[in-house]
């Protein structure tokens, strides 16, 4: 018994190993792997962007979708850790000019909050979550700090006020977003598919129906 014992452990061991790997956690084989790859899809969104202006202040990208999804999927490391290398390895690759740190700083927390505005929003509903962490990140890190950090570096606070600056050059920026947030809602059913959120409770699909 005791030799038998000794022969299954190892077999155990492995499968263990095996079970944590495939799990969405911080550190795992396969949490690293997606840090990788939405990082990868986010500079590719971001070169599609640049064949999607339609003047230059309006530039359609879909780099938010993978940023939202990255937050609400690999949390707020995971998240922080794509939008930084995304960032830039993005403006190495579509380069417009020195990196801003202070953008990229931004950039940054902007995977960080959309994971927690989207694991803290009380509605157990992922439309409500995605729309709820949207509107944030939308709204602190899109119109407001990057904005500021371009308002102040390119020296834009010498001939206009901010809110003409964000009139003249960030106004689209919000319909932008809303792209984005609406990109990112349609996705919940291949996320949930792919095993990446987790499937609803019936409780709270029928939960989320009687309030309709």
Sequence with gaps: MTHQQEIATPDIRRKSCKVRSQKLEFGTTRWLTYCAVFAALSIVMKIIGQYLTITPSFRITLIYVIWLISG??????????????????????VPMGPINPFITIANT????????????????????????????????????????????????????????????????????????????????????????????????????EENK
């Design 109 to 208: 927390f902007y995977g960080v909050t959309a994971a927690f505005a989207f694991r803290f929003t009380p509605v157990k509903n992922y439309v409500v979550k995605f729309i709820s962490s949207g509107i944030v990140c939308t709204i602190v890190f899109t119109c407001l700090l990057n904005s500021l950090a371009l308002y102040y570096t390119y020296g834009y606070n010498a001939t206009l006020t901010f809110w003409q600056y964000f009139a003249a050059y960030r106004a689209f920026q919000p319909l932008v977003a809303a792209i984005n947030v609406g990109v990112t809602v349609t996705m919940i059913p291949l996320l949930i598919r792919l095993k990446l959120l987790p499937s609803p409770k019936k409780k709270d699909i029928n939960h989320s």
């Design 72 to 93: 609400a999927v690999l949390g707020p490391l995971g998240g922080g850790v794509v939008c930084f290398t995304s960032d830039v390895l993005g403006a190495l690759v």
